[in-house]
């Protein structure tokens, strides 16, 4: 659900990234990396379906097929590629037409409710997955959206969600919190310590999916797809117009680069000031023992 590195550069420069890139292959984890991906790799997506009880997990790839993000928006952009693409729709069709599945999990790893970035970026293929969503028998076998790249717990339970449907996030378990996409009807909570827990019920007619959205041992958002929720025990989160976002993130960007900047200055300074008390102590201790030393010198009897 995340990135390779979490270096989270925000400069155009391509050595820093190929710098942040090799580090990760040089730490003990990374280095196992060789050992289970080989030269014949053919480069496919990586997605995957499995099963748990009666709960049908589907797990898409959204990076190596992707249309890069500032290319034209058109319909042949894509974020699945054709492939994948097909393989979705085929693997949704087949687990909502069967006996044996009660509930279907898409872990989608962008923020599915957005306007301007993400699935913002693919607004044709999105609006293509949300009409063949309408052609499936969701009340029967709901899809719930497991979603990711956003440090936020967050809930929207279809009010919002393109093609209706509950959206989760849950995150970030280390990293500074961070808001996107929306709205979101049950509210987000932006920050770092924080995951989710699904607790999946199933009495054998009908799979109800209980959320939990932590941060450490307090839990701060919770949602029941099976009990209707509360009116005033949460608060909605309805975003900022795009320019105003768009002037947020342009000026958060220039804030984080002006800090690194000064972090620099006030490391390089702090080495040259602990140089200089080292110079001035040396200094102070060798003054120090010349004069103690002409005072003796100074107080000694001549001998003729």
């Not at 969600?161 to 509950?166: L, Q, V």
Request: hydrophobic share 40%; charged share 20%.
């Amino acid at each position: 659900m995340g990135d390779l590195h979490y270096a989270n550069l925000d400069v155009n420069d391509v050595a820093a990234f190929r710098g942040a890139y090799e580090s990760m292959f040089a730490s003990p984890a990374g280095t196992v990396i060789n050992d289970v991906i080989l030269l014949d790799d053919p480069l496919d997506t990586i997605q995957q379906a499995f099963t748990i009880g009666r709960v049908r997990f589907l797990v898409t790839d959204l990076r190596s097929q992707r249309t890069p993000n500032d290319a034209p928006d058109i319909p042949s952009k894509t974020i699945l590629g054709l492939d994948q693409k097909q393989w979705f729709k085929d693997q949704l069709q087949a687990a909502t037409t069967s006996e044996g599945v009660g509930l279907v999990v898409w872990v989608n790893t962008m923020p599915w409710i957005d306007d301007e970035r993400k699935w913002g970026h693919f607004t044709h293929e999105q609006n293509d997955l949300v009409a063949f969503f309408a052609t499936l028998d969701l009340t029967s076998i709901p899809l719930v959206i497991v979603s990711g790249d956003a440090h936020m717990l967050a809930v929207d339970d279809g009010s919002h969600s393109p093609g209706n449907i509950t959206t989760f996030h849950a995150a970030a378990l280390g990293r500074p919190g961070s808001i996107k996409g929306g709205p979101y009807s049950h509210g987000v909570f932006p920050g770092s310590g924080q995951f989710g827990l699904l607790d999946v019920r199933d009495d054998g007619t009908r799979i109800c999916v209980r959320y939990s959205g932590r941060r450490g041992a307090t839990e701060l958002l919770t949602y029941d797809t099976c009990e209707p929720s509360v009116p005033g025990t949460y608060t909605p989160y309805i975003p900022p117009s795009k320019p105003v976002r768009v002037v947020t993130r342009t000026l958060k960007k220039f804030l984080s680069r002006l800090d690194k900047k000064w972090q620099v200055v006030t490391r390089f300074y702090g080495w040259v000031a602990a140089m200089a008390l080292v110079v001035g102590g040396v200094g102070v201790v060798g003054g120090v023992v010349w004069w103690c030393g002409c005072r003796r010198s100074v107080g000694k009897p001549k001998h003729d």
